[in-house]
């Protein structure tokens, strides 16, 4: 097949959502395939990786990041093999990791490229574990959350691809480590399969007082990545001096407007000066870019030792990922959500 | 004067209250003095210290200090002279800081006790740019705040114990302070004296608008020690990885109930994501004690050389300490309240 005969299968920001994703919010389009220039090389997808972070790029409203362009592939990282190559550094058939977007094909000149490590245990790894989110884990629990031997981590999200690596990065620190996800099911997995202590199921009534009774001792460290309903259940329960890495808020991230009054920004200011609380936000690479190789040496390790346990939910076909997409942020898939776009 | 015959005036927490504390909260009583026992010292109150703090003794809810109880003298710093004394390490004469609350007279195990350098300018600095407050400034600036050249720092209740030294440390440090005070007067005061190179009158319309002006650059330091409309003008300037050492609320301290919806929480927390904020409260003693020898070698400098200016608002009588407290509370002092209780 030559190259100019390639179709490229791409699914591109059609408006931005308000509130919620639908089916409109996406497009799935075909193009010609690009053709690489002198220095650059044409990528293949094989996996794509969803995340929550995705949300916030679908809307133009002012963060870290520039918005996704309207009319252009979504984007996200992806694993991607090397097709053809005008680049001295790639070869065909090399495996990469890229921040190539939801589609077929790109072409890159190497800026966002990191070769991949033929002994990964799977490629789709470098999407998760040993990748992006298992950095976020790795940086923000060990750097803002610093857990201490015997104290109380909470975790939200408890086996998403952050959340499940949080948790057991807290066992190996020697924490209390307590989980909340959604179902019977994922709590279920969070203490037989990953070790948590306890996992609370937020989908049942009673949410704050069973999570008090599974944290007796307080909590010294919650890591947030959701917000909402978990959030107020562990303000109550937080000990002096605990740290709050704040990671993501995906309870927040289809609202369109703010949650009924009162206004409770005094009430949690007034607890972090009481309780002396350290809240701190982040962006893995801005912070904590420069630990990358430390930490792929050692959760590569963990990993192959089985010390960190590791989940992928894996949807097959580009064109099920905005499916997919809306289904992350209700909480619908169980474990690291990527799409194998192709073999 | 046998000790038998001296007459303590004290004043007792007479009743919690509801929102800002009034005259009926307090009550002047006149009771013996103590005598002290073995291996207890007598102390005469020369100045009483009133600090936003206080009001939070005021409350039995649930905090990092017990309550003040009912019926008992109101708690507090002053700078006291040894009277008499069964105290070894303690002789007549002695000026010392003690921890014996708004009385004339008081015993002490010496377990509260710091015995003051006679070198002080005054005693009564003690209280302030010399201790607590000056330490709060020191230790949570240079810590959470850890401003670097250039930077833009905020400070609230510019003119105030330990606004003012916040805002002076800023400056030694090379940053642009900007100062946030109530009135004319003390807005002059801060960029005339204290050196601040601007300070905006909260009290005027159009706070959010005259602030953004005063910090082209944003703000990269929030000292947070009032909260309400402040803390509302400040976020939108906030720069990434923008520190917030928060040491006061003081808006909210006589607050029943929480302002009108809707809730904010969300936001602020999204703000902590997406600008990577780092928010953290902090006690003075707590986290700082152990720095307070090179506090205090440091501030004594800077005060002698003129790089640290110092202004008290000195109220003369133990039994004016109720209506200056209240003032203290609506911004009505000018610099460091303390009262002055006897010679």
Request: hydrophobic share 40%; aromatic share 6%.
């Amino acid at each position: 097949m030559s190259e100019t005969t390639r179709t490229n299968r791409r699914i591109v920001l059609a408006e931005r959502p308000r509130g919620a994703p639908t089916p409109a919010s996406f497009r799935l389009e075909e193009t010609p395939a690009p053709v690489p220039a002198e220095g650059e090389a044409l990528l293949r997808t094989l996996y794509l990786s969803l995340d929550p972070y995705m949300r916030g790029r679908m809307s133009d409203a002012p963060s870290y990041a520039p918005p996704a362009a309207l009319g252009e592939a979504m984007p996200g990282g992806a694993v991607c093999r090397v097709e053809a190559s005008r680049h001295p550094d790639y070869r065909p058939g090399d495996l990469v990791l890229a921040y190539s977007g939801w589609q077929d094909y790109a072409v890159s000149n190497g800026a966002d490229l990191m070769k991949l490590d033929p002994a990964l245990p799977r490629p789709s790894y470098a999407l998760g574990v040993l990748g992006m989110p298992g950095l976020t884990a790795y940086g923000g629990l060990l750097d803002i959350g610093a857990p201490q031997p015997g104290e109380t981590l909470v975790t939200a999200a408890a086996t998403g691809a952050v959340g499940s690596v949080v948790g057991q990065l807290g066992k190996l620190k020697g924490c209390r480590v307590v989980g909340v996800a959604g179902g019977a099911e994922k709590c279920r997995y969070a203490v037989d399969e990953l070790g948590f202590d306890a996992c609370v199921d937020h989908r049942l009534p009673g949410l704050p007082e069973r999570l008090a009774a599974a944290c007796p001792q307080g909590v010294d460290i919650y890591w947030e990545n959701v917000g909402g309903a978990v959030l107020d259940a562990v303000l109550p329960l937080l000990n002096p001096k605990a740290r709050i890495p704040v990671c993501g808020l995906i309870a927040h991230y289809n609202a369109e407007t703010l949650p009924p009054g009162p206004d409770r920004i005094p009430m949690l200011m007034g607890m972090i000066l009481r309780r002396r609380l350290h809240v701190q936000g982040f962006i893995v690479f801005s912070e904590y870019g420069d630990r990358y190789p430390e930490f792929l040496r050692e959760m590569s390790a963990w990993v192959r030792d089985g010390a960190v346990k590791y989940r992928e939910d894996v949807v097959d076909g580009l064109e099920r990922a905005p499916e997919a997409f809306m289904g992350l942020l209700e909480g619908r898939n169980f474990g690291k959500l990527v799409v194998r776009v192709s073999e």
